[in-house]
């Protein structure tokens, strides 16, 4: 029933919320990866690192320095 009306598992339902919170922890604070593994339910940091990889192709580490060098950069300003 659950997959008919969602197109997924609850397994993966909740993976994708995990990560989700995983992302915004890694976006928004300096926590190590294997508190942000804690918090967003995902145990330990070996886990959350296999999940990261599997679902978004890239590591916690690599994506927190994206997402901080993205910002870090801030909004860019047209010369004229």
């Known amino acids: 029933m659950w997959r008919q009306e969602?197109?997924?598992t609850?397994?993966?339902w909740l993976l994708t919320a995990r990560?989700?919170?995983a992302r915004e922890l890694l976006e928004v604070t300096d926590l190590?990866?294997?508190q942000i593994a804690a918090q967003s339910g995902l145990g330990t940091s070996t886990?959350?690192?296999?999940r990261f990889r599997?679902?978004?192709g890239t590591t916690p580490s690599?994506?927190?320095r994206t997402f901080q060098e993205t910002t870090m950069?801030?909004?860019q300003t047209r010369q004229k």
């Open 6 to 8: 969602t197109g997924i």
């Open 10 to 12: 609850p397994h993966q």
């Open 19 to 21: 990560i989700n919170h």
């Open 32 to 34: 190590g990866i294997e």
């Open 47 to 50: 886990n959350l690192r296999a």
């Open 54 to 56: 599997d679902t978004l």
């Open 62 to 64: 690599a994506y927190r």
């Open 73 to 75: 950069a801030g909004p």
